[in-house]
């Protein structure tokens, strides 16, 4: 009787089973890192509509007539809702990073403007605390430079942020110097304070995600011990790095460097914009808002009148599309996620009618915060974007490249 043979697959089938499950594994991750890339930017929009209304509306009550107990009230809702947004943010960005999911901007900015407004900011939070505050700037540093000064600031504002939580007595300073590298310029930043200080040993995990000085600096401070480490990141990601010397009960010195190049005096987005609002004079401006959430509508709508604009409503992207036909405005603020017709589709529409009409400046109200979101705005013909929870300054700031509008007589009232 024949002995039973049990044949051996060629190594070529093998490996071609190996591929194919290499490929069904690989379609798979591809397929769960874009589910998680929907659910990021879901929940990003659905939380931060309504939190950014919170934050928002409370800012407004707080610049009405307010007893002392009122206003108490106003500021602990106003500080414990950009506390939840923070947290939110934090995760929202670490969850990038770790996904390779992260781009910086590269646009122009003035450095000298960027450093002013956070030593202002840090002025008036230290003053809240009973704290000295000072801003040191090293001369000679150009003041038109090329990066991303939203981040920059990020990791100032982390950094600030932590002096200030572990500071009670004493000062918070901030200094900003510069050096050369060929035709590259480093930023090194220093935030430093006379707080709690740190061992060496905390200082060796303080970087790491999710990790705080010890478990009682989180009980008692709270924060989820992400922000560092994402700071740390950002500056990697701009050709810098971040650093810490501390004493214990003696204070802190968090350090970083990025680098950034020089942007020379026209550096693009400065001159047109000026040149733009001088011919318009002014607190010249019709507006049109285009938000499908009324406490939003209610919001931006104050925003506007504080500035001393005009504007009208369109409660969905078909009906802005409508009132841009039949009226004229100077700017379209148009929210992305909206029934009927979205903020992208009626940009589009827009850009298609010719003429004048076509070229009305539109700036995009978003809660969304995922990679790639800013570049399929500008891609469907927007000229900006202000994020969700929406800030006057910001507003503000994205307005006045497009129309005239006086800087201390529209800020005057916020």
Same mark, same amino acid.
């Given at each position: 009787?024949?002995?039973c043979?049990?044949?051996?697959?060629?190594? *070529?089938?093998?490996?071609?089973?190996?591929?194919?499950?290499?490929?069904?594994?690989?379609?798979?991750?591809? !397929?769960?890192?874009?589910?998680?890339?929907?659910?990021?930017?879901?929940?990003?929009?659905?939380?931060?509509?309504?939190?950014g209304?919170?934050?928002?509306?409370?800012?407004?009550?707080?610049?009405t007539g307010?007893?002392?107990?009122?206003?108490? @009230?106003?500021?602990?809702?106003?500080q =414990?809702?950009?506390? +939840?947004?923070?947290?939110l943010?934090?995760?929202?960005?670490?969850?990038? +990073?770790?996904?390779? /999911?992260?781009?910086?901007?590269?646009?122009?900015?003035?450095?000298?403007?960027l450093?002013?407004?956070?030593?202002?900011?840090?002025?008036? /939070?230290?003053n809240?605390?009973?704290?000295?505050?000072?801003?040191?700037?090293?001369?000679?540093?150009?003041?038109?430079?090329?990066?991303?000064?939203?981040?920059?600031?990020?990791?100032?504002?982390?950094?600030?942020?932590?002096?200030?939580?572990?500071?009670?007595?004493?000062?918070?300073?901030?200094?900003?110097?510069?050096?050369?590298?060929?035709?590259?310029?480093?930023?090194?930043?220093?935030?430093?304070?006379?707080?709690?200080?740190?061992t060496?040993?905390?200082i060796? /995990?303080?970087?790491?995600? @999710?990790?705080?000085?010890?478990?009682?600096?989180?009980?008692?401070?709270?924060?989820?011990g992400?922000g560092?480490?994402?700071?740390?990141?950002?500056?990697?990601? #701009?050709?810098?790095?971040?650093?810490?010397?501390?004493?214990?009960?003696?204070? =802190?010195?968090?350090?970083?460097?990025?680098?950034? /190049?020089e942007?020379?005096?026209?550096?693009?987005?400065?001159?047109?914009?000026?040149?733009?609002?001088?011919?318009?004079?002014?607190l *010249?401006?019709?507006?049109?808002i285009?938000?499908?959430?009324?406490i939003?509508?209610?919001?931006?709508?104050?925003?506007?009148?504080?500035?001393?604009?005009?504007?009208?409503?369109?409660?969905?992207?078909?009906?802005?599309?409508?009132?841009?036909?039949?009226?004229?405005?100077?700017?379209?603020?148009?929210?992305?996620?909206?029934?009927?017709?979205?903020?992208?589709?009626?940009?589009?529409?827009i850009?298609?009618?010719?003429?004048?009409?076509?070229?009305?400046?539109?700036?995009?109200?978003?809660?969304n915060?995922?990679?790639?979101?800013?570049?399929?705005?500008?891609?469907?013909? #927007?000229?900006?974007y202000? =994020?969700?929870?929406?800030n006057? !300054?910001?507003?503000?700031?994205?307005?006045?490249?497009?129309?005239?509008?006086?800087?201390? !007589?529209?800020? *005057?009232?916020l």
């Open positions: 009787m024949a002995a043979m049990t044949q051996t697959p060629p190594a *070529s089938d093998e490996n071609a089973t190996e591929l194919q499950r290499l490929e069904q594994a690989l379609a798979r991750a591809v !397929a769960a890192d874009k589910a998680k890339s929907e659910l990021l930017a879901t929940v990003s929009h659905e939380v931060r509509t309504p939190l209304a919170i934050i928002s509306m409370a800012d407004l009550l707080l610049g307010l007893d002392d107990r009122q206003r108490h @009230y106003a500021e602990t809702l106003e =414990s809702g950009r506390a +939840l947004l923070t947290v943010n934090d995760i929202l960005d670490y969850s990038k +990073l770790e996904a390779g /999911r992260f781009e910086l901007e590269t646009v122009s900015f003035d450095f000298a403007d450093m002013k407004s956070v030593g202002a900011e840090l002025e008036a /939070r230290a809240d605390k009973g704290l000295a505050s000072s801003l040191d700037i090293a001369e000679g540093c150009a003041r038109n430079l090329r990066g991303d000064p939203v981040r920059i600031r990020q990791i100032l504002n982390n950094l600030i942020d932590n002096a200030l939580k572990f500071t009670e007595t004493g000062s918070v300073r901030i200094r900003a110097g510069y050096g050369q590298d060929g035709d590259e310029i480093i930023l090194r930043f220093e935030v430093c304070d006379t707080g709690i200080g740190l060496t040993q905390q060796t /995990r303080l970087f790491e995600p @999710y990790a705080q000085a010890d478990s009682s600096v989180a009980v008692k401070y709270g924060g989820t992400l560092l480490s994402i700071a740390g990141h950002l500056a990697k990601l #701009m050709g810098g790095e971040l650093g810490c010397e501390s004493t214990p009960d003696e204070g =802190s010195m968090f350090w970083f460097t990025v680098r950034v /190049r942007a020379g005096r026209n550096a693009p987005g400065k001159e047109a914009p000026a040149a733009a609002k001088a011919a318009m004079g002014p *010249s401006g019709h507006m049109l285009v938000e499908d959430n009324e939003n509508q209610m919001l931006i709508a104050a925003y506007l009148d504080q500035f001393g604009l005009t504007h009208d409503i369109a409660v969905n992207g078909q009906e802005a599309v409508t009132k841009v036909q039949e009226g004229k405005f100077d700017v379209v603020l148009m929210d992305i996620m909206m029934p009927v017709m979205d903020g992208l589709e009626a940009t589009r529409h850009r298609a009618l010719g003429g004048s009409l076509a070229k009305v400046p539109i700036i995009a109200l978003t809660a915060a995922m990679k790639g979101d800013r570049e399929g705005y500008l891609a469907a013909g #927007m000229d900006g202000v =994020s969700k929870p929406i006057a !300054a910001d507003l503000f700031t994205a307005l006045s490249d497009h129309i005239g509008i006086e800087p201390q !007589a529209a800020t *005057s009232n």
